[in-house]
C-alpha cells in the first residue's frame, strides 16, 4: 500500500465506530439535560487567536500548534483547543446580548503536534463544555458537576478529581515572586524545562513531571494558601457546592495546567488507567480571556476531555461501549428475476424502522444464506418467482431454522411484532 494516515492521526473504523457514537450520545443526551446547547466552530482559526489566548510561552503555542500559511499570505492553525474558538464566536456573534448565560457545548477533532504515545495523538477528539457570562463558583461547580455525571453515566468510578485555585491578577503576582524567592537558590539544580520556565511561568514548574523538581518543590508555597479575598470566598464556595452535590475531590495545589488563560478555579479529572497521560479531561475559570480578545469582561468556566482517553479507560476497564448495530433482516432473492422486486420490500421495511441489508453482488441463493448466517440476522427473508406470483414471501427464523410464508402487505406488522426495538413495535 502506498499512502498511510498520519503518525498520531488515527482512522476510526467501521467496527468500532459503534463506541464512539456510544459515549458522544451520552455526552449529547447528558449536555441538554443540563440545558448547553451545541456550539460548532471552524477547524482552522486564525494563528494570533491561539497564541493570544492559550499564551505565547506554553507548549501548544510554542512547539505544537499545526500553523501554515493559505496561499493569501494568512497565517491560520488547526485547532489545537476549542476554547479560544468558542469566546471568539461569542463576541463576534454578541451572543451575551441575547442571555445572561451562555452555556454550550461541543465534540470536535483537535490537533497538536505532539510526540505521539498511549493516550496522545496529533488529532485528537474533545468533548467539552463552556458556561459564559457568569463570575460565579455555581457556574464552575455546574461544569465539574456534569463531567463527573458523565464518568459516572459510563461506569467510570475511578476518576479522581483535583481542584485547585491559581488566582487572579490581583493575588498572582504578588504570589509569582514568593515562588520564585523560594526557586532562586535550587535553581541551577532544577530540569532545563523547568529553569527555562522560572522567568516565564514558575507556576508550571509545580507540576513538572521531573522527579528531582518534584523534590525540590515540596516545601515549594502553593497559590491556593496566597489567595486574594475574593479568589479564596470563590474558592470555598466551590467545594461547598461540590460536596452538596456529593462529588468528591481533592484539593491539589500543584494543578496548574498547560494553558495560560485560567484564573481562579483549575481542575483536573485522572484516572490510574491511563498510565502517564493520566488526564482524562481538564479545565477552569478564565475570567481574563474575553478582554485578552478584545472584547468587554467576560467571566467564563469549562472544561475539555479526551475521547481516545475516555475509551482506553472504558477498555481498560471492560466497561460496556454499546452494542454494534447490525441489521436484523436480510432478503435474498431465490433468482434474478426476483431481485428488483425483492428490493422494494427492502426498502419497504426500512422505511419502517426495520433495520436490513440485502445483496449487492448478484449472489447465488446459497451464497446470499452464507451472508445472512454471517452477518447474523435474526430472520432471512427469501423469494423467487413462484413467491412473487402470490406476493407473499418466506421468512426464516434463523435461530430456529423454521420457515413460513407471509403475504407481502402482513410482513412489516409480522416482522415488527417479533422484533422488539424496531419501526413500530410498541
Ligand atoms: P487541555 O488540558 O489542553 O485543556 O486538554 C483537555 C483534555 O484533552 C486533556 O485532559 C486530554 O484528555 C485531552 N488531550 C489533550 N491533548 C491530547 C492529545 N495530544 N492526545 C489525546 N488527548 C489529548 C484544554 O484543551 C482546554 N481548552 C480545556 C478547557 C475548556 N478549559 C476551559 N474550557
Known amino acids: 500500500m502506498k499512502f498511510k494516515s498520519i503518525t498520531g492521526a488515527k482512522d476510526i473504523l467501521p467496527a468500532e465506530s459503534y463506541r464512539w457514537q456510544y459515549v458522544e450520545q451520552t455526552f449529547r443526551d447528558l449536555a441538554h439535560r ?6 460548532r466552530t471552524p477547524v482552522f482559526e486564525q494563528t494570533e487567536l491561539f497564541a493570544r489566548s492559550i499564551g505565547e510561552l506554553t507548549d501548544i503555542v510554542g512547539k505544537e500548534m499545526y500553523t501554515f500559511e493559505d496561499r493569501s499570505g494568512n497565517s491560520l492553525t488547526l485547532k ?93 503576582p504578588a504570589y509569582k515572586e514568593k515562588l520564585k524567592d523560594y526557586l532562586r537558590p535550587h535553581l541551577s539544580k532544577l530540569s532545563q524545562d523547568s529553569q527555562r520556565r522560572f522567568e516565564t511561568n514558575p507556576l508550571r514548574i509545580l507540576d513538572s513531571k521531573d522527579e528531582r523538581d518534584r523534590e525540590l518543590t515540596i516545601d515549594a508555597p502553593l497559590q491556593k ?31 496548574v495546567r498547560g494553558l495560560d488563560y485560567y484564573t481562579k478555579t483549575a ?60 441489521p436484523v433482516v436480510y432478503l435474498a432473492a431465490a433468482d434474478n428475476e426476483s431481485r428488483a422486486w425483492l428490493y422494494g420490500i427492502t426498502q419497504q421495511l426500512r422505511r419502517n424502522g426495520i433495520p436490513c441489508d440485502t445483496d449487492l453482488m448478484n449472489r447465488s441463493l446459497k451464497a446470499q444464506m452464507r451472508e445472512a448466517s454471517r452477518q447474523q440476522v435474526l430472520y432471512t427473508i427469501i423469494a423467487g418467482t413462484a413467491e412473487r406470483n402470490r406476493n407473499e414471501v418466506v421468512v426464516k427464523n434463523m435461530e430456529r431454522g423454521k420457515q413460513k410464508s407471509v403475504p407481502v402487505n402482513e410482513l412489516v406488522d409480522t416482522l415488527t411484532q417479533q422484533l422488539p426495538g424496531t419501526g413500530n413495535a410498541s
Open 34 to 39: 443540563y440545558n448547553f446547547k451545541e456550539i
Open 80 to 172: 489545537p483547543e476549542m476554547t479560544a474558538g468558542v469566546i471568539r464566536a461569542f463576541l463576534q456573534h454578541n451572543l451575551g446580548q441575547q442571555q445572561p448565560v451562555t452555556k454550550v457545548y461541543y465534540l470536535a477533532p483537535m490537533f497538536r503536534q505532539e510526540r505521539p504515545q498511549k493516550g496522545r495523538l496529533r488529532q485528537f477528539h474533545q468533548f467539552g463544555l463552556e458556561i459564559i457570562g457568569s463570575p460565579h463558583a455555581e457556574a464552575d461547580a455546574e461544569i465539574i458537576v456534569m463531567t463527573a455525571e458523565y464518568y459516572s453515566q459510563l461506569g467510570i468510578t475511578q476518576a479522581g478529581l483535583k481542584i485547585n485555585s491559581v488566582g487572579c491578577e490581583k493575588c498572582r
Open 225 to 255: 494558601d496566597n489567595l486574594c479575598r475574593e479568589c479564596n470566598e470563590h474558592f470555598i464556595r466551590l467545594q461547598e457546592i461540590l460536596t452538596e452535590a456529593a462529588v468528591s475531590f481533592t484539593v491539589d495545589g500543584r494543578i
Open 267 to 326: 481542575f483536573e479529572f485522572i484516572s490510574p488507567a491511563l498510565g502517564s497521560q493520566d488526564a482524562l479531561s481538564g479545565g477552569g475559570r478564565y475570567d481574563l480571556l474575553a478582554k485578552e480578545l478584545g472584547g468587554g469582561n467576560v467571566p467564563a468556566v469549562g472544561v475539555a476531555g479526551g475521547i481516545e482517553r475516555l475509551l482506553l479507560v472504558l477498555e481498560a476497564g471492560g466497561l460496556s461501549a454499546g452494542g454494534e448495530q447490525v
